[in-house]
């Protein structure tokens, strides 16, 4: 811009100085007309040389030739002598000089006639040197100006960007790592603000990247948890990506398929890997269909099972995987071992259909095969025939001889019993020494009776040796027809039961079928009465709950309390019935069994509803022992009311448990997983109580009130009710002493170290109880 500026000036200078020549020389020519007219036409030469001489030195005129109008020099100045006056010297336009001097020529007039023409040359260095005078100073202008501009753009700049640099360095280091960099804040301009917008950039960055460390420090740690944890576990983990590649798998798929440690399965496919196994599939073919998934379906396939060749049973299920965008990026494949969870769900269905001491079908397997046998007998119009029967006298054999010889007595009674039956014939054993036989599709009743026969004479025969005394052991056995002697389970069960108990009243080691005119007798009757109440009282509702407290010997404060179950009468209104009524005949018909789940719900729901009441200890039946999913049904029951286990205390009688001691001490280890309490009750009945102790894992210990009632004056009670308190605080069990009836027997119990008391003394079994009014 300036450039231009400069030549412009100059041309314009230039022409301007152009003009004011023009102007200057046209007068001339005016002048020396107006001098050299006159002289030229009186001829007067000399003046005319003057003129031209002194011209010559005035106003830049370098030469003058003055010719007349023939052609003819008469004066000069300037002008070699000699020398030819010019010719075609035509006026030209002042400005198109491009040398140091300029011609030109006028002509001399006067009075309007020619006399002559002036020939001369104007020195034009003048014009030179002005425009080159004036381009110096317009270069010196500019480059001046050019200087200033620059002084004044660097200095503007430098003002500007002053803490550019800064930012620049910051920057830089802040990229190296420097995350602590920060800047001074020196102005409010944009520069400034850029400076602010670096330090929060810096603080937010800072704060990310610290994040982000810790983030990644933890995911660290969590990815070293997730590999500990992939490597600790006992499933066969393999990751194959959308290539069928595997990316990732644990020790234990290899160990779950023999193969070594050594060996690396990464960038194979997951059917490499398996054909590569140290063991065989035992179906070669199933390799193809095992992995028959396409590496690239993102579908969840069931689990599918995978048998080897030693015997071993896999599990693999497949699971698509996806990434935070729900991309699908491959899948999961887990293998586990089931063969021995295999082999304990299989013993587990044994255990719940068998008797865990005989090997012989259960009281709840009999009853599927007794559903089995009405539902076929309804639809094709068969019979069949139920059988009941006991051991006579097998107390003895458990008093005398301890539970070993009891249980050894009725393994011996089972497997010589298996021999007997037919395949499609259900032999059970029912609790204690109580069995069962279930013969479906029968022709008449003589096949029933011979086989009945048949049992008993086996069993009489049965050679038995204990501490080297010969037994003989017998049964009572009853036999029951479907249809003529009931058409349901509970009839039959019922009937046969009665017939059983006629086979012992016709002197034992007998068997005798149901009849019914031998079963009117009040005890028969009551029975059958007392199996028609309770199925009353269930369907109404007729049970009910009192309490009794047990409390601390020394201080007599509450430690707990027992639940009783009672049962309204509903021909006496106002009146309870008690327990010892109709417990025996709930225990005969099984509905004891239906009766314990509804004192444990109902107990479980008086501590869900009073959490002040420290424990509360409920009752169970011996036949309950052989009912494997009672544990299952308590605990259940416990986490629906959110109840503590611990506030649950379980008592089950010395004489059910030590009638099947292989049952009860599954059940007591059953309830202790549950987390629930268990007290042995009526302590000290049995012959050998301490012995079996060490079988029996209970917490307390409930001595039997027939030592307690009269202990005060009774030395050998004193004795043995001590020895119970002894051993009971050696092995670390609580005591209890049950019908405490006054003051002296309670002092005399302190004494004695039993820990805890109940009885009439202290206060009676009743539905409200104070400590449930908290």
Known sequence: MLTLLVVNSVRLSQESLLNQAQVRYTELDTLFNAALAAPLAQRDYATLHEILAESEHQDGIVYAVLVDSSGLIVASSGWEKGRAPPTSMAATKFSHARTDQFDTSTQIMLAGQKYGTLYYGVSTRFLSEARTHLVQQSILIAGVEILLSTLLLAGLGYWLTRHLASLTRASDAFAQGRLEIRLPMRSNDEVGALTRAFNSMADAIAGQIGALTASTAQLHEEQARLIALLHAMKLGILFADTDNRIIYYNPAFQHIWRQPAGLSLHGKSPAEAIAQAGCMLADPNQLVSLMATPADSPEEHPATEIRLSDGRLLTRLSHPVYDATKKFIGHLWMFEDVTQEQQTAQQLVYLAERDSLTGLFNRHRLHEEMEKLLAEAERTGTQGALLFFDLDEFKYINDTFGHYAGDATLIRIATELSTLIRRNEVLSRLGGDEFALLIPQIS?????????????????????????????????????????????????????????????????????????????????????????????????????????????????????????????DEEKPGELVMPALFIPIAEKSGKILELDRWVVNEAVTVLARHLKLRALAINLSGRSLADPSLPGYIQDALVRHGVDPHRLLIEITETSAIGDLHDAGRFIEALHLTGCATCLDDFGTGFSSFAYLKYLKVDTLKIDGLFIRDLTSDHDNQLFVKSIADVARGMGKITVAEFVEDEATLELLNRFGVDLVQGYFLDRPIADHPALQG
């Open 444 to 568: 008449d009743l003589k096949q029933a009776e011979d086989l009945a026969e048949r049992v008993v004479q086996a069993i009489a025969r049965l050679p038995l040796i204990f501490e080297e005394q010969h037994l003989r052991v017998t049964i009572s056995l009853g036999i029951a027809l479907y249809p003529q002697h009931g058409t349901s389970i509970e009839e039959l069960i019922a009937h046969a039961d009665t017939a059983m108990y006629q086979a012992k009243s016709c002197g034992k080691n007998t068997w005798q079928v149901y009849r019914p005119e031998l079963d009117m007798g009040k005890e028969m009757v009551a029975r059958l009465t007392w199996n028609e109440r309770l199925s009353h009282a269930f369907e109404k509702n007729l049970f009910r709950l009192h309490f009794q407290g047990v409390y601390h010997t020394a201080d007599r404060t509450l430690s707990h309390l027992e639940a009783l179950v009672r049962m309204i």
